[in-house]
T-cell receptor
Framework: EPEVTQTPSHQVTQMGQEVILRCVPI?????FYWYRQILGQKVEFLVS????????KSEIFDDQFSVERPDGSNFTLKIRSTKLEDSAMYFC????????????FGDGTRLSIL | AQRVTQPEKLLSVFKGAPVELKCNYS??????LFWYVQYSRQRLQLLLR??SRESIKGFTADLNKGETSFHLKKPFAQEEDSAMYYC??????????FGTGTRLQVFP
């Protein structure tokens, strides 16, 4: 069964540094998402992406965050200048069509900001 | 405000006992509700969606609009059901709104 893959599984970064989290969605999927989960808290929506554009973003997704689909397979989340509070598990998800679940999730990247 | 509430952080039962994981939601429109499961060291996986009205791994969930609930039930829990269970609502912008999750522990 095809899967969403995320790399790296764990990223440790100094505060203030840029970080890029990578995701390879399922190949025929067109809608892409990033969610995050701070330790002990709920999974929160960050951003959705379709047709090379952001469809929606949450208030968490401020100017420090950006997403990109640089080629036909990768979907990246960049945090320009990381803060301690960015430490979380980041999940990528994809779906075949809007309003057509399921959203398939990757294993996540654990981001630790020192 | 859109919100999903899972009141129990932890639910512990013995094998063979019935299980009910509670989920309540707050949403002004017509909701689409899901249950996702995360087994130890694995990814979030879709378990159920309300519009399918199916039973997966013996679990069922019925949407009760009057009580704004979507509780997950299984008549006889198995040890392999031990996992984190997340209730989620999809709004009209397609994003998922998750509850805080309930850890189900099934003892032998």
């Amino acid at each position: 069964e095809p899967e969403v893959t995320q790399t790296p599984s764990h990223q440790v970064t100094q505060m203030g540094q840029e970080v890029i989290l990578r995701c390879v969605p399922i190949s025929n999927h067109l809608y892409f998402y990033w969610y995050r989960q701070i330790l002990g808290q709920k999974v929160e929506f960050l951003v959705s992406f379709y047709n090379n554009e952001i469809s929606e973003k949450s208030e968490i997704f401020d100017d420090q965050f950006s997403v990109e689909r640089p080629d036909g397979s990768n979907f990246t989340l960049k945090i320009r200048s990381t803060k301690l509070e960015d430490s979380a598990m980041y999940f990528c998800a994809s779906s075949e069509a809007r309003s057509s679940p399921p959203q398939h999730f990757g294993d996540g990247t654990r981001l630790s900001i020192l | 405000a859109q919100r999903v509430t899972q009141p129990e952080k932890l639910l512990s039962v013995f094998k063979g006992a019935p299980v009910e994981l509670k989920c309540n939601y707050s949403y002004s429109g017509s909701p689409e509700l899901f249950w996702y499961v995360q087994y130890s060291r694995q990814r979030l996986q879709l378990l159920l969606r309300h519009i399918s009205r199916e039973s997966i791994k013996g679990f069922t969930a019925d949407l009760n609009k009057g009580e704004t609930s979507f509780h997950l039930k299984k008549p006889f829990a198995q040890e392999e059901d031990s996992a984190m269970y997340y209730c989620a609502l999809r709004d009209n912008t397609d994003k998922l709104i998750f509850g805080t999750g309930t850890r189900l522990q099934v003892f032998p």
